[in-house]
């Protein structure tokens, strides 16, 4: 078992930053694959950004790129999120996901957070 615990949302202003937290414990080794995802309402939960424990690979999806960055602190067993340029578009609860391998796709994790909302004022 892997638990998740994300920190860090709340409420920013567009253009503005914030970063995110996500703190795991348990077998982790088990579960090398950590992704951040999130839901807008009314939406489908959509992949934002996955990286890989071990070799640090990153993956990110077209609609961020260039203004968030995942990464890892492997002796703090936790994954960053700093996003930055943040629109009102961006508004959603962002989870954090854990399982073998870093991907896009939701299915492929088998762990997740509870999540934390983030709110882009215009």
């Known amino acids: 078992q892997v638990q998740l615990v994300e920190s860090g949302g709340g409420l920013v202003q567009a253009g503005g930053s914030l970063r995110l937290s996500c703190a795991a414990s348990?077998?982790?080794?088990?579960?090398?694959?950590m992704g951040w995802f999130r839901q807008a309402p009314g939406k489908e939960r959509e992949f934002v950004a996955a990286?890989?424990?071990?070799?640090?690979?990153?993956y990110y999806a077209d609609s961020v790129k260039g203004r968030f960055t995942i990464s890892r602190d492997n002796a703090k067993n936790t994954v960053y999120l700093q996003m930055s340029s943040l629109k009102p578009e961006d508004t959603a609860v962002y989870f954090c996901?854990?399982?073998?391998?870093?991907?896009?796709?939701?299915?492929?994790?088998?762990?997740w957070g509870q999540g934390t909302q983030v709110t882009v004022s215009s």
């Open positions: 348990g077998r982790t080794f088990s579960s090398p694959g």
């Open positions: 996901a854990a399982g073998p391998a870093a991907t896009m796709w939701v299915l492929g994790y088998d762990y």
């Open positions: 990286i890989n424990w071990s070799r640090g690979r990153t």
